[in-house]
């Protein structure tokens, strides 16, 4: 079983930092992730990529964060961080955890947490 779940959402007021955190726990057999992602949707928007990161590190960022939010992650837990500085109102969303990987010989797969609630005043 592979589970993702996400934490450190919250209300903030512009200009301020949140950082979120997420954990693929895994049971069974081997389990390797390839990628690590966060995408967030806003109310009557769709989900869009925000920042993802490879198993060897590779990172990117949509341009709409860059130089704002750093994605990194400790692949020894399986978690995945997203640090967000000078939140600005728009980045107001629902923010999700993506996981892509596969079991030994099996095919990848995409697994989603629940989300987690960013809200930034003005």
């Known amino acids: 079983q592979v589970r993702v779940v996400e934490s450190g959402g919250g209300l903030v007021q512009a200009g301020g930092s949140l950082r979120l955190s997420c954990t693929c726990a895994?049971?069974?057999?081997?389990?390797?992730?390839?990628?690590m992602d966060w995408y967030r949707q806003a109310p009557g928007k769709p989900r869009e990529l925000v920042s993802s990161i490879s198993s060897s590190g590779s990172t990117s960022d949509a341009d709409s964060v860059k130089g704002r939010f750093t994605i990194f992650r400790d692949n020894a837990k399986n978690i995945v961080y997203l640090q967000m500085n000078s939140l600005k109102p728009e980045d107001t969303a629902v923010y999700y955890c993506h996981v892509r990987g596969r079991r030994t010989w099996g095919p990848l797969v995409d697994y989603w947490g629940q989300g987690t609630q960013v809200t930034v005043s003005s």
């Open positions: 895994v049971s069974g057999s081997t389990f390797t992730i390839r990628t």
